[in-house]
């Protein structure tokens, strides 16, 4: 976890979308990284940025989270825009990296408890029956973490940044370095959480990932979104000519490489 930022409920709610991103451009000394990226995404719906290593996908969620200035363009979370009111960002949203912030000394459930204090919350332990519970951490929530599974881990970290129930959550590659096994709980946990009312939005450079998870599938490819849409809106732009079989659904993948062409992934 990059950083932990969230508010109690009842806090300041907006209307309107839950994320708008317009013409955001950001470059690192040379490196022109986004070249005028534009998106929306629906509150309650889970949004998927898909993208190559490399592509701009942190560079991203780390603007939308304010730990990282935009050249230009603007961004608006929960309403809040990221550069003027920066605060009211951070109280909107929860932010979870590759890098987990789970303490392995404590178990799952002191873990919870820990965060839940941290926020002055009433009944830390509560909070931290009910997200056990949430994420299929019951059994496991008196073991120390550091005898957790891969997916276990991720799945406590995920509970901890729901701490304060955020209105909106950013997971950055969620499943990066998990097995099969464990993407697929982690995955049952993300749609759990989107049943429960938050807007997620999720990267990662995997096209079964945005599959299985997203509402909304936004394609960012040499600094720009270059297809956004359902799953079905995706697969409906591959044009004809490539499907060779009637029967043979395109896959996600056919319309990645399709709009980002085969040898410039
Ligand atoms: N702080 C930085 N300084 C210089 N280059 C960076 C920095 N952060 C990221 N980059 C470069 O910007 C590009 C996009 O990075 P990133 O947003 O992390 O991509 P992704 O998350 O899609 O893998 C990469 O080429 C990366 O090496
Ligand atoms: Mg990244």
């Known amino acids: 976890m990059l950083a932990l930022m969230s508010i109690p409920p009842a806090t300041k709610q907006t209307r309107g979308p839950a994320i708008q991103v317009q013409g955001l451009q950001k470059s690192y000394k040379q490196l022109h990284v986004l070249r005028g990226v534009d998106f929306e995404v629906a509150r309650g719906?889970?949004?998927a940025l898909l993208g190559s290593n490399g592509a701009g996908k942190t560079t991203i969620?780390?603007?939308l989270s304010t730990l990282l200035k935009a050249d230009t363009g603007a961004a608006q979370v929960n309403g809040f825009d990221v550069a003027a009111q920066a605060a009211d960002v951070r109280e909107s949203i929860s932010?979870?990296?590759?890098?987990t912030a789970v303490d392995?000394?404590?178990t799952g459930r002191e873990n919870l408890v820990l965060v839940a204090k941290?926020?002055?919350l009433k009944d830390p332990q509560a909070i931290a029956d009910d997200l056990l519970r949430r994420f299929s951490l019951t059994e496991a929530g008196n073991r120390r973490a550091a005898t957790y599974s891969g997916g276990m881990r991720r799945r406590l970290d995920i509970a901890m940044s729901l701490i304060g129930n955020p209105p909106v959550i950013f997971l950055d590659e969620p499943t990066a370095g998990?097995?099969?096994?464990a993407r697929i709980e982690v995955w049952q946990a993300v749609k759990n959480l989107a049943q429960s009312g938050t807007t997620v939005l999720l990267t990662t450079q995997y096209l079964d990932e945005a599959e299985q998870l997203a509402d909304q599938i936004a394609i960012l490819h040499q600094g720009r979104i270059i297809v956004t849409g359902t799953l079905a809106e995706l697969k409906a732009l591959l044009p004809p000519a490539e499907v060779?079989?009637?029967e043979k659904q395109p896959t996600l993948e056919d319309?990645?490489?399709a709009v980002v062409g085969h040898n410039q992934k």
Not at 95 to 99: E, I, R
Not at 178 to 181: G, K, R, S
């Open 45 to 47: 719906s889970i949004f």
């Open 255 to 257: 319309v990645f490489f």
């Open 244 to 246: 060779e079989y009637v």
């Open 95 to 99: 932010l979870t990296g590759q890098f």
């Open 61 to 63: 969620v780390k603007i």
């Open 178 to 181: 998990l097995d099969p096994q």
């Open 118 to 120: 941290l926020r002055h």
């Open 104 to 106: 392995e000394i404590l």
